[in-house]
């Protein structure tokens, strides 16, 4: 099995354990390559809050590079001979818009943006072209308007037994977050780090130990500069049941242990549900079918069972379409 990222090791007993569902609608369409996404959601409880969130988010991937950008693109190809490594874009993303500039080559991929907000956005990936398994990202922004200005530089370094990233804000601080995972026969020790230069200062640290085999994964976790600590637990029963639990223990707050269990059962290929209850009370359950090829519904409610006539519930509905 690979070697997750470091902050995926209790992932599968997270899926388990699903987040509460929002109101809302989400549209997909794309051919592999490019893809739309229109999503609209509301947050909070119903019918008490009326604010909804939306969003038009576009990915365009190329298979040698895995570009990802969250736009609506317009596509104009320059007619010149260099035009299979070079095109233009216009993009329109929540309310602006951005002229875009790329070049693929080699694994290289140059992005130049300027947008509506007056703000100038270069973005250089290069994937496995450094070295086998790395990936990295140099990020600028620059407000012409205000001098404002910023620069992060991302690495993504994947071997079969390690997985390591590295995200440094290069102007802010600079700031340096690290994590790596070793794993060998299931087995996984991971560590993360923040650093402050200015301050020479370590922000935070945390760490991780796991197991994980198809059919289960264990993790015990220390986050927040070791002061909050967790323990996880995923199982696959067969085909149709999954269970997950964890608990939690923070150290510098109270000495409650607060502790979570959940459950998957898939009702048949096209459905599935799922509930959960934890030491607060805190009750929930969510369904998901698939009306049609493409067309997905999702359902979801939360109740506090301890305050049962007060108005702490929660309702939940989704729509996916995929095409």
Not at 47 to 57: D, K, L, T
Not at 133 to 148: I, S
Request: net charge positive.
């Amino acid at each position: 099995m690979a070697v997750p990222a470091f902050s995926d090791i209790a992932k599968p007993s997270n899926d388990v354990r699903f987040a509460f569902a929002t109101v809302g609608t989400s549209g997909v369409i794309g051919n592999g390559q490019l893809t739309y996404q229109l999503t609209a959601s509301e947050q909070g409880l119903l019918p008490h809050r009326r604010s909804w969130n939306n969003q038009i988010e576009a990915k365009y991937s190329d298979a040698p590079t895995g570009i990802h950008l969250n736009y609506l693109h317009f596509f104009i190809y320059t007619p010149l001979d260099a035009s299979k490594f070079i095109n233009h874009q216009i993009i329109l993303s929540n309310g602006q818009a951005a002229l875009l500039m790329f070049y693929r080559r080699a694994g290289l991929t140059l992005t130049q943006a300027w947008t509506t907000a007056n703000a100038l956005d270069t973005k250089v990936e290069l994937d496995n072209t450094i070295t086998k398994g790395l990936k990295a990202e140099l990020l600028t922004h620059f407000y012409p308007h205000t001098q404002g200005k910023g620069a992060k530089l991302n690495l993504h370094f994947k071997q079969p037994n390690f997985h390591a990233r590295a995200f440094f804000d290069l102007l802010k601080g600079p700031t340096a977050n690290v994590d790596a995972v070793l794993g060998h026969e299931g087995f996984l020790v991971g560590a993360e780090a923040g650093y402050d230069v200015q301050k020479a200062a370590i922000t935070r640290y945390s760490a991780a130990v796991g197991y994980t085999m198809p059919e289960y994964t264990a993790a015990i976790t220390a986050t927040n500069s070791l002061s909050v600590f967790s323990a996880s637990y995923y199982h696959k029963v067969n085909s149709q049941v999954e269970a997950g639990a964890k608990a939690t223990w923070d150290s510098k707050g109270s000495n409650n242990v607060g502790l979570e269990v959940a459950s998957k059962y898939r009702l048949d290929p096209t459905s599935f549900a799922k509930a959960k209850i934890n030491d607060r009370g805190i009750a929930a359950v969510a369904y998901n079918v698939d009306l049609r090829p493409g067309v997905k519904l999702g359902l979801g409610a939360s109740f506090d069972t301890q305050n049962l006539t007060e108005a702490a519930h929660k309702v939940g509905a989704s729509f996916t379409f995929d095409a």
